[in-house]
């Protein structure tokens, strides 16, 4: 089992910045694959950016160039660093976590929801003027 626990979710002008963290029960493994999703009222659950063990990154086309991942394998944390936000990243942003190798690739990770076994409970991003 491993909980997830995300946090950093704010109100932010279009434009600004934000840094998820998402801390695990449990240090990441060869083979593990984390990401973070988001989902806004009414649509479907989006996969943002994952990592490898090898932090080997995948992002979206939306984010690409704006959004940033990072990890401390010490403190088993997991971040994620929003630039040049626009209204459309508002969303609850999940972070979540795959150990029977369903979401791993040859390089990194997949973006697709139901690979990941765990999840967090969600921190809400808001980016409205």
């Known amino acids: 089992q491993v909980q997830l626990v995300e946090s950093g979710g704010d109100l932010v002008q279009p434009g600004g910045s934000l840094k998820l963290s998402c801390v695990a029960s449990?240090?990441?493994?060869?083979?593990?694959?984390m990401a973070w999703f988001r989902q806004d009222q009414g649509k479907e659950r989006e996969g943002v950016a994952s990592?490898?063990?090898?932090?080997?990154?995948r992002y979206a086309d939306s984010v690409t160039g704006r959004f940033f991942l990072s990890k401390n394998h010490r403190k088993k944390t997991l971040y994620l660093v929003m630039d040049a936000l626009v209204p459309e990243d508002t969303a609850m942003y999940y972070c979540?976590?795959?150990?029977?190798?369903?979401?791993?690739?040859?390089?990194?990770?997949?973006?697709?929801?139901?690979?990941?076994?765990?999840w967090g409970q969600g921190t809400q991003v808001t980016v409205s003027a």
């Open positions: 990592v490898d063990a090898r932090l080997i990154p």
């Open positions: 449990v240090p990441t493994e060869v083979g593990d694959c």
């Open positions: 979540a976590a795959d150990t029977s190798g369903r979401a791993r690739l040859d390089e990194g990770c997949t973006l697709t929801a139901d690979h990941y076994q765990y």
